[in-house]
């Protein structure tokens, strides 16, 4: 909620449903078909469009989305994957799922994203892939990622979990010529309870991944249950899982997504609202930002070296904050690196409330009180 009295709580983030969303889950339900069926299938179709992308495969989450790509990958146990270590774990586990090694390279500190430079140094005989991510919707440098790629024979994985609306040089993300998965979580900018999706690099990988996100099987349940004369029976060459999007999911995606813009220029204005606030702050830094690339501002983050201090200070005043990220090579499950940048961006990364359901006495509490305490 937002908070309706002066010291009612404003929270980080939380879903944010459009009208239309309550009808379309009623007109599923009542279908008799809420599992994965047509609705999955139109919204690939949507999304490609809005995004400029090729060969959607609708699954139900981004970490299914990027286990998929990695898959996708084709790489022998034991090969590299070189990543970042600012961002939710599901980026780098799914490199784990798949046996391959994930090495972290630092990011830049002004961004959140991962460093090129970085990333290039890491790169030896061993290395397989590079994986990147759209910080808070804001995008990575792609010409240097993609120059970087092809100069050294590499795939790429683009997480862009936070990036649905975002554009790189007048181009939306997803619209690039590599595996891209986004993420429609409860609190994603286009959220659709839980989903995700995976654009891929041709209809033979599309193909495959619609077969690997439904246990293997070649055929989907809903063709054989509804088309006339389609026998029962199917063939699993290939081990799967089971990550298909439920028409329920697709049916709130569908839905949301006319107002995606309208919501990512909603939270563009809080976003500018906070960094015009902050300019004269000596104590606070806000990330940068270039001209060339919009960002979908599903987080908003500062620094400050008194960042815990900061936190519990408005979490006492009921303005809930966030983290995002701890390093992920220091988890137990990988091997810890070397990346400064990284581990300063750590312990002083907050992100602040961002979203469409915030009123304007709530961004103007936030405001108030950053100053008063940074």
């Known amino acids: 909620m937002s908070g309706d009295a002066i010291d009612g709580r404003i929270d980080l983030g939380g879903a944010y449903m459009s009208e239309g969303v309550e009808e379309a889950i009623i007109k599923v339900l009542r279908s008799g078909w809420p599992g994965p069926g047509p609705l999955a299938e139109q919204f690939e179709t949507a999304f490609a469009e809005y995004c400029g992308g090729k060969y959607p495969v609708a699954v139900n989450s981004c970490t299914a989305a990027l286990h998929l790509a990695v898959r996708l990958l084709n790489l022998k146990p034991g090969r590299e994957v070189i990543t970042t270590p600012i961002t939710f774990v599901a980026t780098n586990q799914v490199i784990l799922y798949e046996q391959l090694v994930p090495v972290f390279a630092d990011i830049e500190a002004d961004t959140g994203n991962v460093c090129v430079e970085s990333m290039e140094s ?63 979580q409860s609190t994603k900018n286009l959220s659709a309870v839980d989903g995700g999706l995976l654009f891929t690099r041709s209809e033979e990988e599309a193909d495959r991944a619609r077969r690997l996100r439904w246990m ?40 949301q997504l006319p107002h995606l813009d309208e919501g990512n220029a909603s939270r563009a204005a809080i976003a500018n609202r906070y960094k015009a606030a902050f300019a004269g702050l000596e104590s606070i830094r806000t990330l940068a930002t270039t001209d060339d690339r919009s960002s979908s501002h599903h987080l908003f983050a500062i620094l400050s070296t008194r960042r ?28 810890s690196a070397d990346v400064p940048a990284a581990e300063r961006f750590a312990n002083q990364v907050l992100t602040l409330p961002i979203h469409p359901r915030l009123k304007d006495r709530d961004i103007e509490r936030v405001i108030a009180a950053i100053t008063e305490l940074a």
Do not use: W
């Open 122 to 184: 890491k790169i030896t005989e061993r290395t397989g892939a590079l994986m990147v991510m759209h910080y808070g919707g804001y995008p990575c440098d792609l010409d240097a990622i993609y120059a970087l790629a092809e100069r050294h024979g590499l795939q790429l994985i683009e997480d862009c979990a936070h990036a649905a609306g975002s554009t790189y040089k007048g181009r939306r993300i997803g619209s690039h010529n590599s595996l891209q998965a986004f993420s429609f």
């Open 216 to 255: 293997g099987i070649d055929s989907s349940t809903h063709a054989r249950t509804t088309q006339p004369g389609r026998a029962n029976r199917y063939d699993i060459s290939e081990l799967g899982y089971r990550y298909a999007m439920s028409d329920l999911n697709a049916a709130i995606a569908l839905a």
């Open 308 to 335: 815990d201090e900061l936190a519990a200070s408005l979490r006492a005043r009921q303005i809930i904050t966030g983290t995002h990220y701890q390093r992920n090579d220091r988890y137990g499950i990988f091997k």
